[in-house]
């Protein structure tokens, strides 16, 4: 008896194990050493309208992957002046949106033919420093600078005081509401008024918010910063009333920093520290390319139909579930 509970608690062990690792046919991992990828250490990734992925660097500039070919562009052979490009957006219309930094700094947005810089003076501030860009349902591109937001509608730029400083990141709900995740706090904005989230008036979790995404039906995700505390993500109701955490305590998520969301009509991932999270339905569950301690960290993702592709420190990875 003692046997055969042994021999089933080893098979379940080993099911969880398969389950969890994603070493076969349906990954594929580019990098510098079995492609023409020059840089591993990829920071963002967007797919566009024409399956060109498009990664953003920290020291090699941009570079586009059409599924063959990757394809740098960078301050010797480009508009784009800086070897930093750590934030990339595709918005409703198809454009691409980058910024770049180091040496030169500044917006650009590419249409598929034009590539159009937008510099500093452009946008009526002193520097350019974008944490996020997100799009609100009437096409207004929201930019998140320390402070504000910078707002780009009908071809113009304005701005668009935040009360605080240090913005992580951003998302837009289908009724305009907007959420801000700062190293300290959540602020959502909604009928005019911003109201703001601590870990000492609310049930937020961690100070640090690293990645925000509106859900179907209004309720708000909510990445934490990791470090101390449970971290993990949290799920905040539409009427932002209602809370629901999800932490290493009580789920199977690998780490405690999620800086990005994704969904693909039926599942949420997630970019942890340590892993590929899948969420379907309650369940959740990592996914990890490499083995070994701090071999999987994630830092974006970008949909393409059934295929994810993974932005990395180790490379572009190609998922298909």
């Not at 033919?113 to 420093?129: M, P």
């Amino acid at each position: 008896m003692k046997k055969n509970f042994l021999r089933i608690l080893m098979v379940t062990c080993l099911c969880a194990m398969a389950a969890s690792w994603c070493l076969g046919q349906n990954v594929h991992i580019y990098d510098t050493s079995n492609s023409g990828l020059v840089d591993n250490d990829l920071w963002a990734i967007v797919v566009d309208n024409h399956g060109n992925k498009w990664l953003g660097t920290l020291k090699s500039g941009l570079i586009k992957f059409d599924g063959k070919t990757f394809t740098v562009f960078n301050k010797e052979n480009s508009v784009i002046k800086g070897d930093c490009v750590t934030t990339l957006f595709m918005d409703s219309k198809g454009n691409l949106w980058a910024e770049f930094s180091r040496p030169e700094e500044g917006i650009v947005r590419y249409d598929g033919t034009d590539w159009k810089v937008f510099t500093a003076a452009d946008l009526g501030v002193e520097s350019i420093n974008v944490g996020d860009i997100r799009e609100t349902p009437d096409g207004t591109l929201w930019f998140a600078f320390p402070g504000k937001a910078v707002i780009y509608k009908d071809s113009a730029w304005s701005t668009f005081k935040i009360p605080y400083n240090n913005i992580l990141c951003l998302d837009a709900r289908e009724d305009g509401t907007i959420a801000v995740g700062c190293d300290m706090q959540l602020l959502i904005y909604a009928n005019g008024k911003w109201k703001k989230y601590t870990e000492k008036n609310s049930e937020l979790q961690l100070g640090t918010i690293r990645g925000l995404k509106f859900r179907s039906d209004g309720a708000l995700m909510i990445g934490y910063g990791g470090g101390f505390g449970n971290g993990g993500f949290s799920v905040l109701s539409n009427d932002f009333t209602a809370w629901t955490h999800y932490n290493k305590l009580n789920s199977r998520i690998p780490d405690h920093q999620i800086q990005d969301f994704e969904y693909d009509g039926k599942v949420y991932w997630m970019a942890s520290n340590n892993g590929l999270v899948k969420m379907d339905g309650t369940e959740i569950s990592p996914i990890f390319f490499r083995t070994g301690m701090y071999k999987n960290v994630i830092l974006d993702i970008a949909l393409e139909g059934n295929t994810l592709w993974v932005a990395t420190n180790f490379g572009l990875v190609r998922y298909k579930p």
